[in-house]
């Protein structure tokens, strides 16, 4: 009998946790985690139906007497109206702007090899560690060069090189992963680069498509710094994000109306994500591969 088959077998030690209960234990820690994650939220929208005097009177997220005053008031008095209809039409303008303009220069970088390829990528990423207030000021001479320093189409302009060159990148890395195949069989069929990229490439990444959508309605609706410099002069074309720090005074905050109008501001970008996310994961999933 050789040594191995005298050495008793070490049985494996029992877990601790079987599967059921290792779920349960995981599911407990990520619904805790959830529940404090979204309790700001909950906060804001249980103050938007309170006074301001049963804001830190009544601490719960039930309110006792709940009112949508405050609805009417941010809507109306503050002119949280207006200042939507302004916010989406800056971010439905900024999206389709900056949707086709990085798709066809993703294209080019992500299909294309010539000259510089590489030198322009450097400074696209480059460009991602300037920070926002250096480019305020030659971002408004261009809009005053062009007369549109006091208008809402300078702010639309001005909101689409925020993330302009993160969603290059999504759309070179998305592009650089499909397959030569496609552009072969076109080219076979007499299709011009131009026709190849409208009718073929573009239509096969609808996932990045609906992820720089999404993206950029994040980031065009909740932006503050860039549109509160451009409407400066001009309160009547102010944004939801400005709009909502109108209601902060020197000496009063109406903590009713502000989370009111937060709640307005908040809830369509929601509901967007909400319909989109299987797209937006499916899209940065394949930008990340290519």
Do not use: H
Request: net charge positive.
């Amino acid at each position: 009998m050789t040594t191995a088959s005298r050495t008793p077998m070490r049985r494996r030690r029992p877990s601790l946790l079987s599967p059921r209960r290792r779920r349960l234990v995981v599911s407990i820690l990520l619904a805790a985690l959830c529940a404090a994650w979204i309790y700001p939220m909950l906060w804001m929208v249980s103050a938007s139906l309170k006074t301001n005097a049963a804001i830190f009177a009544d601490p719960g997220l039930i309110p006792s007497e709940p009112t949508i005053e405050n609805y009417f008031r941010a809507w109306t008095e503050a002119r949280i109206g207006a200042y939507f209809f302004n916010t989406l039409f800056v971010t439905i303008g900024s999206v389709i702007i900056v949707t086709v303009a990085a798709a066809m220069m993703g294209y080019v970088l992500g299909r294309r090899q010539f000259p510089g390829r590489g030198l322009i990528f450097g400074l696209l990423v480059f460009t991602l560690f300037v920070p926002q207030g250096y480019t305020i000021i030659p971002v408004l001479g261009l809009l005053s060069a062009v007369g549109l320093g006091q208008s809402l189409w300078g702010v639309m302009l001005a909101t689409c090189g925020g993330s302009f060159v993160i969603f290059v990148m999504l759309f070179a890395g998305y592009f650089n992963q499909m397959p030569d195949e496609l552009e072969e069989a076109a080219r076979m069929d007499g299709v011009g680069m131009v026709k190849t990229f409208w009718f073929v490439m573009l239509p096969l990444s609808q996932p990045i498509i609906v992820t720089v959508i999404v993206m950029q309605t994040l980031y065009a609706w909740n932006d503050f710094l860039l549109p509160l410099v451009v409407t400066l002069a001009n309160p009547a074309i102010r944004t939801l994000s400005v709009g909502v720090y109108a209601f902060k005074g020197e000496n009063f905050v109406d903590w009713g109306g502000m989370t009111a109008a937060s709640t307005i501001s908040i809830l369509p970008v929601v509901i967007l994500f909400l319909f989109l996310q299987r797209y937006f994961i499916a899209g940065l999933a394949g930008a990340v591969k290519g």
